[in-house]
């Protein structure tokens, strides 16, 4: 139970430069953010190309929330379920 208390400033240290690092990508990436190549060209031959591409980008993050959320769902409580059964 000792060494698993030793390891919580690692696994802190490590999920803060995870997110830092994921954060830096995304907003380093502006230009580039989730669209594939032939959505880019459908989007870029239209009359309104900057305000579409806005809302698609948009609308791409919106989908991926939930299987992010539920992914994120499932790890935390198979964590607290490991956790209470190391009480």
Do not use: H, W
């Not at 980008?57 to 379920?81: Q, T």
Request: charged share 15%; with cysteine.
């Amino acid at each position: 139970m000792k060494e698993l208390s030793n390891n919580y400033p690692k696994l802190r240290s490590f999920l803060t430069a995870a997110i830092i690092f994921v954060a830096l990508l995304v907003l380093g990436s502006e230009s580039a953010l989730a669209q594939c190549a032939m959505c880019k060209e459908a989007l870029a031959n239209s009359a309104e190309a900057a305000a579409t591409a806005k809302q698609f980008n948009l609308a791409i993050l919106v989908l991926l929330l939930p299987p992010v959320l539920m992914f994120f769902g499932i790890f935390g409580m198979i964590y607290r379920s490991g956790k209470s059964e190391d009480s």
